[in-house]
């Protein structure tokens, strides 16, 4: 059941023509379509009432998914809802805190909740609104933009941000860029490799202890030769989940290697992560590639059941 969005900091967002999230599908052609790349969203925004409006001044950008506002004279951290951008050491982590800044910096903002009121480190968790004409939903706007990964974390606006996120991949903006994180040799500019995210097998959530070795997805070569992927990293959306690819790592052209979430011997083209718990099966994800100087080479977003 949709929510509608609750709490003191409250506006009322009235989303339309949203489409559906990604699946778990690999034969579907990708979304090519140029978004809007201006920063004005396109949803539909209503404000209520102007006393039931809470407004603050922004005075801090702390990241790029992150603010410092001061509401009713006090101030708070604010962790933007649905999006998650690089941190500040990894490659776009500069880039997305500066996407951020130069939308809020000195702005008097519309904040509003929508299911938790603060995140586990305490810091309030807000839609940000510029009002104007049209209105900016600062959050969508960096999806947009490419500036940080849309989320798949349930709130209101979920089917909307991912829909812009497929969009921004598609058409290389931002963090999604092909070489935004340099060349993997200097001075060269080599094609990108074609290495895509096949297959994906999900753990039973029926039984009762996850079968962590039925839990894995594959990385499929496209390319017409070899690709040493040592060194590449593998996370989730969030970045909670980061596997280092060990060295002597190479898929074949033409080959696949699958990545199993359990412990296990590595041959025969299966890779084991050797997690304790489950990564991909607790919910809808993203599965993203990066090579080893964190160029995004390929993305894949999923849905638990789906």
Not at 15 to 22: D, L, N
Not at 33 to 59: C, F, H, N, Q, Y
Not at 203 to 209: G, L, M
């Amino acid at each position: 059941m949709r929510r509608t969005v609750t709490a003191i900091l409250s506006i009322a967002i009235v989303v339309g023509a949203c489409t559906s999230g990604p699946t778990i599908e690999t034969d579907e052609p990708p979304d090519t379509t140029k978004p809007d790349d201006s920063a004005s969203s396109t949803t539909e925004v209503t404000l209520p009432p102007e006393e039931e409006v809470i407004r603050g001044m922004v005075d801090g950008v702390l990241d790029g998914d992150t603010i410092q506002a001061v509401v009713n004279g006090q101030r708070i951290e604010i962790r933007l809802i649905g999006v998650a951008a690089p941190e500040g050491d990894e490659c776009y982590g500069n880039e997305s805190r500066t996407a951020l800044a130069s939308l809020v910096t000195g702005q008097t903002v519309v904040l509003a909740s929508d299911g938790p009121d603060t995140d586990s480190a305490g810091r309030a968790l807000r839609y940000v609104l510029i009002e104007g004409d049209p209105a900016v939903l600062v959050n969508a706007a960096l999806v947009s933009s490419g500036a940080v990964v849309p989320l798949h974390s349930g709130h209101l606006m979920e089917a909307e941000f991912l829909a812009r996120g497929d969009k921004a991949y598609a058409s290389g903006n931002g963090m999604w860029g092909t070489f935004v994180c340099g060349h993997p040799e200097s001075g060269v500019s080599p094609d990108r490799p074609q290495l895509r995210i096949g297959d994906v097998s999900l753990a039973s959530t029926d039984a009762d202890e996850l079968d962590l070795t039925s839990e894995w997805f594959e990385i499929v070569n496209q390319s017409y030769t070899g690709v040493d992927i040592s060194g590449w990293t593998v996370r989730d959306e969030a970045g909670d989940h980061r596997l280092e690819l060990p060295s002597g790592i190479a898929i074949s052209a033409g080959g696949v290697l699958q990545i199993t979430t359990g412990c296990g011997t590595n041959a025969g083209g299966v890779l084991h992560w050797c997690s304790d718990s489950a990564i991909w099966s607790t919910g809808a994800n993203t599965i993203i590639l990066q090579d080893r100087l964190g160029n995004v080479v390929e993305r894949k977003g999923y849905a638990a059941g789906g």
